[in-house]
């Protein structure tokens, strides 16, 4: 496809649970974004790569939250030992080069119960 | 306090007419991007500005950026149901070797027919 994809679309966790968020982004798009969307806010950001090199990961919460891009495409974010205020909806974007307009997912609405 | 503000937070008008929405940063703006977003869904990408003065038209919505680069307004002319969603203003922030967009808060439009 065209655009920025990501799975699965929804997830009910159970709390303490680990989950896997997955995202391909446009190809040939060099930089990858990782955003969490809390309800009723706007997305805050919580990593950034450029290729597979993640260049900043400040914006991840605790060290629960893990992402990676190993081969420099499609990039993983992982929720150990998931929480209740984890739920969120988290969106992955994608741009060539990084100060170039970034490109969303549809997200993936994550629910923690 | 959020670094960019937008207003109103929410709008409810009758189709057929007009609005604007605002967004407001408390730093000098270098990439002002507007996006779209409907519920359950990502980012809809629909303009970026980043020249002091530009304006940019898509089919019936509008933006400006100031003169400062330090406001941007977003207007939708003779507006329809297919406008409603939340409107988001995002700004690039780069430094360091990194980047990412910092968002508002959302304005949430809804069009009645």
């Known amino acids: 496809g065209a655009g920025v994809s990501q799975s699965p679309r929804y997830k009910v966790a159970k709390r303490g649970q680990d989950v896997a968020l997955r995202c391909d982004p446009i190809?040939?798009?060099?930089?990858l974004f990782w955003y969490q969307q809390a309800l009723g806010q706007g997305p805050e950001f919580l990593t950034y790569?450029?290729?597979?090199?993640?260049?900043?990961k400040s914006g991840l919460p605790s060290d629960r939250f893990f992402a990676e891009r190993p081969e420099g495409s499609v990039s993983t974010l992982k929720i150990q030992r998931t929480q209740q205020e984890d739920s969120a909806v988290y969106l992955c974007?994608?741009?060539?080069?990084?100060?170039?307009?970034?490109?969303f997912g549809p997200g993936t609405r994550l629910l923690v119960l | 306090s959020q670094e960019l503000e937008q207003s109103p937070q929410s709008l409810i008008v009758q189709e057929g007419k007009n609005l604007t929405i605002n967004c407001t940063s408390s730093?000098?703006?270098?990439?002002l991007y507007w996006y779209k977003q409907k519920y359950g869904e990502g980012l809809i990408f629909l303009m970026m500005?980043?020249?002091?003065?530009e304006e940019k038209s898509h089919e019936k919505i509008t933006a400006k950026l100031d003169e400062k680069k330090q406001q941007s307004s977003l207007h939708i002319t003779a507006s329809q149901p297919s406008h409603a969603g939340i409107y988001l203003c995002?700004?690039?922030?780069?430094?360091?070797?990194?980047?990412?967009?910092?968002f508002g808060t959302g304005t949430r439009l809804k069009v009645l027919a």
């Open positions: 974007a994608s741009s060539w080069p990084r100060q170039e307009t970034q490109y």
């Open positions: 190809s040939g798009h060099v930089s």
């Open positions: 790569f450029q290729n597979e090199a993640q260049l900043d």
């Open positions: 730093k000098t703006l270098y990439g």
């Open positions: 500005l980043q020249k002091g003065g």
């Open positions: 995002g700004a690039g922030r780069g430094y360091s070797g990194t980047y990412k967009y910092i």
